[in-house]
Each structure stands twice: as structure tokens, then as C-alpha cells.
């Protein structure tokens, strides 16, 4: 357990040190701890593959309800989408009705908000042994702050393109 807690400080430290250089700062605001860690971990491992040139190509694969594409409404805020993921907040969303409703549900938000809901105890349970699973679902989530809908494209397909874009 204390591992957990010394790798929470180290994060936060990061975290410090991210913003202090204009880098930003992901807010997780999770209460528990093992989630937070998690959480944490999956959007640090998300950052470092948005700023590979391929996974970046996801943002021109998809576009806003009016078809103005992702990079065009990140370039429009002269931001990559490493420092816009970096802006996110991260919120536990485990007593939420989507996610005590929606069993295989981890994370979500509505288009263009940049609050994230985790559930939070499943998100952590789900993804201990698969950092590169619980990455594709923040890359996901951080496309739907930017302004992606859903339904269309379904959601299996969204994981899908980033999965492919971004897995590697």
C-alpha cells in the first residue's frame, strides 16, 4: 500500500512540475486512492501516445456534430492533444446513474465538457494488468471533451480507431 501512496506523490509532483513548465496539469480528483492511482497512471501512459505522430492522426479520423474536425478545433485553440488532455478534469462518477446502470461503462462525459467521469472502483478492478486498455479509454473520453459525439460513430467503434491509431 505504501507503494501506492509514494507513486500518488510522485504523480503529484509530476503534476506540479508539468504546470510550473506550461505543460499543464490533469486534475484527478478521485477520493480513493487505488482508483486515483490508476486513473492517474492511464492518462500519464495517454499523453505520452498522443505525442506520437500516429496516434495524433485519431483527431483528423473524426469530427464535431457541425464536421469540423478535432485538429481543427484544437488548432483553432492553439493547443496539441497531449496539452488538451493535460486540462482535463478527472472526476468520480461511481454513484452516478450511468455508471451503477451501465455495468461495462468506465468512463464519460458529454461532448465538448471537460470534466470526465471515471467509475472510478471498476475503471481500477477493470485495468490493474492492462495500462495500454485503460489509455485507449481516456484517449477516448479526451475525443468526446473535444467535441466527438456518439452514436454515430458508436462507441465500440470510437476505442476501435484509437486502438488502432494509438496501441501500438
Given at each position: 500500500m505504501w507503494r501506492r501512496s509514494l507513486a500518488s506523490v510522485i504523480v503529484c509532483?509530476?503534476?506540479?512540475?508539468?504546470?510550473?513548465?506550461?505543460?499543464?496539469?490533469?486534475?484527478?480528483?478521485l477520493a480513493d486512492s487505488e482508483s486515483r492511482f490508476y486513473v492517474q497512471h492511464a492518462i500519464n501512459g495517454a499523453m505520452h501516445r498522443l505525442d506520437a505522430p500516429e496516434c495524433q492522426r485519431v483527431f483528423t479520423d473524426f469530427a464535431n456534430p457541425?464536421?469540423?474536425?478535432?485538429?481543427?478545433?484544437?488548432?483553432?485553440?492553439?493547443i496539441d492533444g497531449a496539452g488538451f488532455l493535460a486540462n482535463?478534469?478527472?472526476?468520480?462518477?461511481?454513484?452516478?446513474?450511468?455508471?451503477?446502470?451501465?455495468q461495462e461503462l468506465m468512463?464519460?462525459?458529454?461532448?465538448?465538457?471537460?470534466?470526465?467521469?471515471?467509475?472510478?472502483?471498476?475503471?481500477?478492478?477493470?485495468?490493474?494488468?492492462?495500462?495500454?486498455?485503460?489509455?485507449?479509454?481516456?484517449?477516448?473520453?479526451?475525443?468526446?471533451?473535444?467535441?466527438?459525439?456518439?452514436?454515430?460513430p458508436a462507441s465500440e467503434d470510437i476505442t476501435a480507431q484509437v486502438t488502432r491509431r494509438c496501441g501500438v
Open positions: 509532483v509530476a503534476q506540479i512540475s508539468a504546470a510550473a513548465t506550461g505543460g499543464g496539469q490533469t486534475h484527478c480528483q457541425l464536421g469540423r474536425s478535432l485538429r481543427a478545433t484544437l488548432d483553432g485553440d492553439g482535463l478534469r478527472f472526476v468520480e462518477g461511481g454513484n452516478t446513474d450511468q455508471c451503477l446502470k451501465q468512463a464519460f462525459t458529454a461532448p465538448g465538457f471537460r470534466v470526465i467521469h471515471v467509475c472510478g472502483r471498476r475503471f481500477a478492478r477493470r485495468f490493474k494488468g492492462s495500462s495500454k486498455a485503460a489509455e485507449m479509454i481516456i484517449i477516448h473520453e479526451t475525443l468526446h471533451a473535444i467535441g466527438l459525439g456518439e452514436n454515430p
